[in-house]
């Protein structure tokens, strides 16, 4: 699983649905849907009438101070692993239905994730198939999406 870095001070409350849109103008996106069933054991997700529980697993975290201009990095290195396959539901879990638009750049390998619940922006943040925190082409990317979001 790739690293999510997220960017602060960065106020996600400011970033507007027309801004989300202009985004799409700009940058090649996706958009996926997920119904994710958070409970003590994991997280479940149902798809074509099959329930999988996963787990996730945190490696490392850490943080990069002035990683450009104001901003510092911190970054999330996790991995997901699925359990099992199960036949019934835990009886206590939280249901949430995400929202995700994924923002890339051509001959990019940085993604910029936007995560909405309820029309509502929730999470944003990067991921990149290199690990290079110092990446000259990963910084400009990152610096290309932030300037786009206009806070």
Do not use: A
């Amino acid at each position: 699983m790739p690293t999510q870095y997220f960017v602060t001070p960065l106020d996600i409350n400011k970033i507007k649905s027309s801004t989300i849109n202009k985004l799409k103008d700009k940058f090649r996106y996706n958009e996926t849907e997920e119904n994710i069933l958070f409970s003590n054991n994991g997280y479940y997700t149902v798809k074509n009438n099959e329930i999988c529980l996963f787990k996730i697993n945190n490696n490392n975290s850490f943080e990069q101070s002035n990683f450009i201009k104001k901003y510092t990095l911190l970054g999330n290195d996790y991995f997901i692993k699925k359990i099992e396959n199960i036949t019934q539901l835990p009886t206590c879990y939280l249901k949430q239905k995400i929202k995700k638009i994924y923002f890339s750049l051509k001959n990019s390998d940085t993604t910029m994730i936007i995560e909405l619940q309820d029309n509502k922006l929730v999470k944003l943040y990067f991921t990149t198939k290199n690990n290079l925190l110092n990446d000259y082409f990963f910084n400009n990317d990152i610096s290309l999406y932030l300037e786009s979001l206009n806070i």
